[in-house]
């Protein structure tokens, strides 16, 4: 009965109004958050959707363990999955539907990343033809720029966003061990969105994570993690972890018992149990003997589609992490691999998710608590966590500036999200 209801009252205008007919509980980012609150302890994954073989597997592994969800892409994947900003919850839809899923999930867009100031004006324009194409949650991320324009840049895009949708900010590009965040600098954006009466749902940080293939056990900082998220804790502020493959799961439980993060952001292990590629318990691909990634025989796709991958990466100059930029021009044949095939694609998409949320980041049976929050909130808009604090006329812009305190930012370069 109460996935009925938050089925009648939980979707958000933007999704009844592109899939008026749906049995698809798609629901508000905010909604994902506070069930993970709620069971405490906890955190759901965030998968990134770069091809149908992972949407599919990761919604599987979430109905079986019966746990919330967020399925994203980030600005950059678009560039090179078939997934984007505009078609992903079309194809979560579909998939819901098709499989009877019943568990909660929103559509994230990630990493909507501002290089420069000139990218401000253009998102406003864009932004909202986000949410009009399904989207449910974004994340803002101005973290490339100086402190206090990411700051501007979150105050001037914010009033594009729904109020009911998912907010995520961003300090610090993800970068490994240079340029760590800090508190100083949380608290910095946090104060300074909370006088201007806005409250994010999550917030990421350089907390010594990576992108893509990590070479190393070195990863999360948990205890940097953990003090940056009590000094926020009077904002209403949940961390989103970025980064996730590559570090064991001992260190994602450890993520869990010490921080307040519910977001976990998983994307190249995901994207690498789906081809078959072999993955250690960090999450990372395993090289074989001559420095190639190690295919597992019976696994993942077929023999023959992975020679082509392969040769097309070789004659393309691709290695390493840019084995990403095959999700594009090989989704259709995966999909047009044997059904056999695509099957063992998506269960192990499914086993890997699912180990994840039921065994290390105790999401498991967080999709009811989704629905009380529907219920209690009487609709799909569960309201801010938390209240303004911030005195406003402190926050002005000419006030903020003169307040950033200059740090290590680590190297220049384009750290693409």
Not at 16 to 22: E, T, V, Y
Not at 185 to 197: D, K, M, S, T
Request: proline share 4%.
């Amino acid at each position: 009965m109460s996935f009925e209801r938050a089925l009648e009252i939980g979707r958000p205008p933007n999704i009844r109004k592109l899939f008026p007919n749906s049995k698809a509980l798609i629901v508000s980012g905010k909604v994902i958050d506070r069930a993970l609150i709620k069971k405490g302890n906890a955190m759901t994954i965030a998968a990134n959707g770069r091809n149908m073989s992972v949407i599919r597997g990761s919604l599987r592994a979430a109905q079986k363990a019966n746990a919330a969800l967020l399925v994203e892409i980030a600005k950059s994947e678009s560039n090179y999955c078939m997934s984007n900003f505009w078609n992903l919850a079309r194809r979560v839809d579909q998939v819901m539907n098709e499989l009877g899923i019943t568990i909660p999930v929103a559509i994230h867009a990630d990493h909507y990343g501002l290089k420069t100031w000139d990218d401000v004006e253009p998102s406003k324009i864009e932004i909202p033809t986000l949410f009009d194409a399904g989207i449910t949650s974004i994340a803002i991320d101005a973290s490339h720029m100086p402190d206090d324009d990411n700051l501007k840049a979150n105050l001037e895009l914010y009033p594009f966003i729904p109020k009911w949708a998912g907010y995520e900010t961003e300090i610090g590009e993800i970068k490994g061990k240079d340029g760590l965040s800090t508190a100083v600098e949380a608290q910095y954006l946090i104060q300074g969105l909370n006088a201007h009466g806005i409250i994010p749902d999550w917030i990421a940080l350089n907390n010594g994570t990576t992108h893509g293939i990590e070479a190393s056990a070195e990863g999360i900082q948990v205890g940097l993690t953990a003090e940056v998220h009590k000094a926020l804790e009077s904002y209403g502020t949940s961390g989103a972890q970025h980064g996730t493959s590559g570090n064991h799961n001992d260190r994602l439980r450890q993520i869990c018992r010490e921080t307040n993060t519910t977001k976990a952001n998983v994307a190249t292990a995901l994207q690498m149990v789906s081809w078959g590629v072999k993955v250690n318990e960090y999450g990372n691909a395993i090289l074989d003997a001559n420095g190639d990634f190690d295919k597992v025989d019976g696994s993942g796709v077929s023999k023959c589609l992975w020679a082509e991958m392969v040769a097309y990466a070789e004659k393309n100059g691709i290695k390493g992490g840019n084995y990403k930029k095959l999700n594009l021009p090989f989704e259709n044949k995966m999909m047009a691999q044997p059904a056999d095939v695509r099957e063992r694609v998506e269960q192990g998409v499914e086993d890997f998710t699912y180990n994840l949320l039921a065994n290390v980041m105790n999401a498991a049976d967080t999709a009811p608590l989704a629905y009380e929050a529907i219920i209690v909130a009487g609709g799909h808009d569960l309201g801010p966590k938390a209240e303004r604090i911030e005195n406003p006329d402190e926050w002005t812009e000419e006030k903020y500036r003169a307040r950033v305190v200059d740090r290590d930012r680590g190297p220049e370069g384009d750290f693409e999200d």
